[in-house]
């Protein structure tokens, strides 16, 4: 029982990256960004490939948020230059991105248990090296989190942060103050999809296998994330987006867990998160329907 607890924890974590991703661009930006389903196995396919050839798993991880950073640019390249919907220029990016994940890692790629991963480097082995494999998958999974929460939420308290935020709630304001809205919807995009592929760069280093599916339905799976820790922490004033996504990918792992231990097929695993996925939506409509309701008495 308390290894599925620590799994389901390390899953969230890991997947709060992807969640962070998914935050800045459904809740800031409002842009329906399906990349993410794209830039996810991105993530996992540079980092295998990486690993196999010999190279430092955390300067892996570097380069996977770096290639991500490069698929969030060439979607917002398709919206803001080449005037192409929000939606559709992640379709099309996310399209391209299967086959060039392909050419990267094929369709499957097992890393062999004698290459060395974040989890068992000789720098983590100096430190936890007395721990077992699952607390230190677990610990390094916070530890990657918490520094990618801690510097996004330093980079939303910047003028450049700011701007990011008002380019979501009123882009007029924006292009009244001589900034081009454009190019920090490209800024939020490049960051939204580097978290988005490190979140799949480490997810492949704990699973220790990358597959050309593995980012189907993640798109759903941060939306989820997003809008229940939002939802459960919105009257909650000292808690901040990040911390709230945080708990909603905890949560949301831990349904999935749950549904999975009560005896419902593993194959049956993407039915259940667009089913919760659903449930979430609709407590959510309802929840602001009585909102409106009681303001309006």
């Known amino acids: 029982m308390l290894d599925l607890i620590i799994s389901t924890l390390t899953q969230g974590f890991i997947y709060a990256l992807l ?28 980092t295998a490939v990486l690993l196999v050839k010999g190279v430092n798993p955390f300067l892996s ?5 770096l290639v991500g950073a490069l698929a969030g640019f060439v979607t917002g390249f398709i919206h803001v230059r080449l005037k192409v919907r929000d939606l559709l220029s992640g379709i099309i990016t996310m399209t391209a991105l299967f086959s060039i994940n392909l050419q990267i890692a094929g369709s499957n790629l097992s890393i062999a248990r004698e290459i060395d991963t974040v989890f068992t480097s000789p720098v983590t082995m100096s430190v936890f090296g007395s721990m077992s494999l699952i607390l230190r998958k677990l610990i390094v999974s916070a530890i990657i ?6 510097l996004l939420d330093l980079y939303f308290k910047t003028k450049n942060g700011f701007l990011l935020r008002a380019v979501g709630d009123n882009s007029v304001l924006v292009t009244s103050l001589s900034k081009d809205k454009g190019r920090i919807k ?5 960051i ?7 979140s799949g ?22 939306l989820a994330a997003v809008i229940i820790g939002t939802t459960l922490f919105r009257r909650v004033s000292f808690i ?21 231990s009560l005896g419902l097929p593993a194959n049956l695993l993407k039915l259940i998160t667009a089913v919760l996925f659903l449930l979430i939506l609709v407590l959510g409509n309802f929840q602001k329907g009585s909102v409106k309701k009681n303001v309006r008495a």
């Open 192 to 198: 939204s999809n580097a978290l988005v592929a490190l």
């Open 240 to 260: 901040k987006g990040t911390t709230a996504v945080i708990f909603g990918s905890v949560i949301y792992k831990a349904c999935i867990q749950i549904a999975i």
């Open 19 to 46: 969640s962070f991703g998914v935050y800045i661009t459904y809740k800031i930006l409002d842009f329906p960004d399906l990349t993410v389903d794209g830039s996810f196995p991105l993530g996992a396919a540079v």
């Open 145 to 150: 989190m918490i520094v990618c929460k801690v």
């Open 186 to 190: 490209i800024i939020g995009l490049v």
């Open 201 to 222: 760069a480490v997810a492949c280093q704990e699973q220790r296998s990358f597959s050309a599916t593995m980012g189907t339905g993640q798109i759903v799976f941060g």
């Open 61 to 65: 991880l570097l380069v996977s948020l």
